[in-house]
Nanobody
Framework: QVQLVESGGGLVQAGGSLRLSCAVS????????MGWYRRAPGKQRELVAT???????NYADSVKGRFTITRDNAKNTVYLQMNSLKPEDTAVYYC???????WGKGILVTVSS
C-alpha cells in the first residue's frame, strides 16, 4: 500500500525555520517527481515546490530564496527546508507524488507574528 507520511510541522515564530519530511513507501518515490503543496485557511491549495527524479527544482515565487526542496533517494524521503518563515506561510502542507497523484494527509505549520 502506498503511503506518503509528512512530519516536522508545528508552531514557530516569524523569522524561524522548520524542516518538513515526507517518507514515501514502495517504488513510488523512485518513479515519481515529488512536490510540496499547501492550503492556507480560507484559500485553495497551491504549489510550493517540486523536485524531479533528476533533482531539478521549481518554486512558487512567494517562497523563492526562503524554501529549499531536496530528495534523498536512499531514504525514499523528500524534504522542505523552510527559512525566514512568515505568518502568511501558515498552512497545511501536503506532499505529493506527481505522476500517480498520490497525496499525503498533510501537516500543519503555524507561524506566529
Amino acid at each position: 500500500q502506498v503511503q506518503l507520511v509528512e512530519s516536522g510541522g508545528g508552531l514557530v515564530q516569524a523569522g524561524g525555520s522548520l524542516r518538513l519530511s515526507c517518507a514515501v513507501s514502495g517504488r513510488i518515490f523512485r518513479d515519481n517527481d515529488m512536490g510540496w503543496y499547501r492550503r492556507a485557511p480560507g484559500k485553495q491549495r497551491e504549489l510550493v515546490a517540486t523536485i524531479t527524479r533528476g533533482s531539478t527544482t521549481n518554486y512558487a515565487d512567494s517562497v523563492k530564496g526562503r524554501f529549499t526542496i531536496t530528495r534523498d533517494n536512499a531514504k525514499n524521503t523528500v524534504y522542505l527546508q523552510m527559512n525566514s518563515l512568515k505568518p502568511e506561510d501558515t498552512a497545511v502542507y501536503y506532499c505529493k507524488a506527481d505522476q500517480v497523484s498520490y497525496w499525503g494527509k498533510g501537516i500543519l505549520v503555524t507561524v506566529s507574528s
